[in-house]
């Protein structure tokens, strides 16, 4: 059974900086990383996303300050928040298109993890 278990969120001032972090446990191989943010009232969004080969994918509001990526050999992805603003506050997830023998290819998801940066 595959598990997402993320870590590393809290509160922070505004100028600073989290490592999220998300490990994966149960599957073959990681395919793909996304991490994604429900802002409050505001729709979940694509903060950052990386494959099993490096590429890395970026939302606007994160470029430059957001930085991905994944430790193969723990399993576990990253998300480092630099630059820090109160608008960044919300709900933080990642998800993961992993490989497994018995399901093979799918999209399985964390539990979330929340960061607040206050001013």
């Known amino acids: 059974q595959v598990q997402l278990v993320e870590s590393g969120g809290g509160l922070v001032q505004a100028g600073g900086s989290l490592r999220l972090a998300c490990t994966v446990s149960g599957g073959v191989k990681i395919n793909i990383m996304d991490w994604y943010r429900q802002l409050p009232g505001k729709d979940r969004e694509t903060v950052a996303r990386?494959?099993?080969?490096?590429?890395?994918d970026y939302a606007d509001s994160a470029k430059g300050r957001f930085t991905i990526s994944m430790d193969n050999a723990k399993n576990t992805g990253y998300l480092q928040m630099n630059s820090l603003r109160p608008e960044d506050t919300g709900d933080y997830y990642c998800?993961?298109?992993?490989?497994?023998?018995?399901?093979?290819?799918?999209?399985?998801w964390g539990q979330g993890t929340q960061v607040s940066v206050s001013s």
């Open positions: 990386i494959d099993s080969r490096g590429n890395t």
């Open positions: 998800s993961a298109n992993v490989y497994t023998w018995r399901d093979g290819s799918r999209e399985y």
